[in-house]
């Protein structure tokens, strides 16, 4: 019986998105000489919210995704005469310099790793994230990993799905199962992928109507319960 085959998200499904974030917006504001406030930081995370949900409609492209949040936050705040392209980039660099994993994720690995074969899915840029999961101590536990960026297709769109399996050897669809915080990029590409797809809510959030989870769990331990519990039911159906 072939190993389940398990992909994980990056971005707080194993690594801590907001810390980093804050401290590299933080930094990128200094840098920039624009007054550090509790608003204006608050504000960036919601317009990066808001221009990744543009990237995974389709809208925009990941590069222009870099220079359109310091356009807006500058805009919205009355800051002229910054280029943003160069905030962009700028954050990026910060960004990357900091990888934090959630409390219990390397356990998590560690324990997994041991019975499954793992593969990162990720929507964030392949010299960011790499540095990040490396400085997190995490990168070691992926068979492979795969970007959109490179891919040239997002999550939770079909093409980003079908080029990560026709890159994974011996790829069995139906020992295959994606676990993801975000409806919209995870769940909805598991539902477009015709793949089990599991919801890592530690935060409760409630459900929209576009995604449908298969399982749903709010932690580690209760993942890999699910995991062991969804291994034996397939090597039982066969
Ligand atoms: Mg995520």
């Known amino acids: 019986m072939d190993k389940l085959i398990v992909l994980l998200d990056a971005d707080d499904t194993l690594l801590d998105f907001a810390k980093s974030e804050k401290e590299a917006i933080v930094s990128t504001l200094k840098e920039y000489s624009v007054p550090v406030t509790d608003e204006i930081v608050d504000r960036y995370v919601q317009i990066n919210k808001h221009c990744w949900k543009l990237l995974e409609d389709g809208k925009i492209t990941r590069v222009y995704l870099d220079r359109l949040r310091f356009d807006m936050l500058f805009e919205e705040f009355g800051i002229t005469g910054k280029d ?25 690995l560690d324990n997994i790793s041991k019975k499954y074969r793992l593969f990162l899915v990720t929507n964030g840029t ?13 990168d070691g536990y992926f068979e492979d990993m795969f970007y959109s960026e490179q891919i040239g297709c997002a999550k939770p ?21 994606l676990v993801g915080d975000s409806l919209t990029s995870d769940i909805l590409g598991a539902n477009n992928a015709g793949i089990t797809g599991i919801w890592f809510n ?9 995604a449908v989870p298969d399982y749903t769990v709010a932690g580690y331990a209760e993942l890999e319960k699910l995991l062991d519990a969804i ?8």
């Open 126 to 138: 392949q010299p960011t994230q790499i540095v990040r999961l490396r400085t997190a101590g995490i």
């Open 157 to 177: 769109y079909k093409g980003f799905f079908d080029h990560v399996f026709s890159h994974i050897e011996n790829f069995d669809l139906s020992r295959t199962v």
């Open 84 to 108: 943003t392209v160069a905030a962009g980039a700028c954050y990026r660099a910060h960004l990357t310099e900091r990888g934090y994993v959630i409390n219990g994720a390397v356990e998590f």
């Open 202 to 210: 530690p935060k409760g959030l409630c459900l929209d109507d576009k």
């Open 231 to 238: 291994d034996k039911k397939e090597q039982t159906k066969q």
